[in-house]
């Protein structure tokens, strides 16, 4: 079937930087990543899911949202089927369960999920 898998969520200082991993398994997946986006979601406790930003996995530049563009950037890597979401400067606002996700390219839904990995920024 194919999915995705995350990583890098550790507690952090404000301030710190961490890098996530989302790595795309499954050769039924892989094989047809061109025809996908890659898209970073988060969400905090007690609070709606936030989109952070997304990239094709071929051509074109990343998206990144503008609560966190100057902080955040997103990149990718094909030789590993991973894509990377970088944080610099955290803040504790940061906190929550980060969560990468695909979509075929030009449709608005996120069809293929992670598990997610989490994120606690605080002292």
């Known amino acids: 079937q194919g999915q995705l898998v995350e990583s890098g969520g550790e507690l952090v200082q404000p301030g710190g930087s961490l890098r996530l991993a989302c790595v795309a398994t499954g050769r039924s997946f892989t094989n047809y990543m061109a025809l996908y986006t890659i898209g970073w979601f988060r969400q905090a406790p007690g609070k709606e899911r936030e989109f952070v930003g997304a990239?094709?996995?071929?051509?074109?530049?990343?998206h990144i949202e503008d609560s966190v563009k100057d902080r955040f950037t997103i990149a990718r890597d094909r030789t590993k089927n991973t894509v990377y979401l970088q944080m610099n400067n955290l803040r504790p606002e940061d906190t929550g369960t980060y969560r990468c996700?695909?979509?075929?390219?030009?449709?608005?839904?996120?069809?293929?999920w992670g598990q997610g990995t989490q994120v606690t920024v605080s002292l």
């Open positions: 990239i094709a996995w071929t051509g074109g530049s990343a």
């Open positions: 996700a695909a979509k075929p390219r030009g449709d608005t839904e996120y069809t293929r």
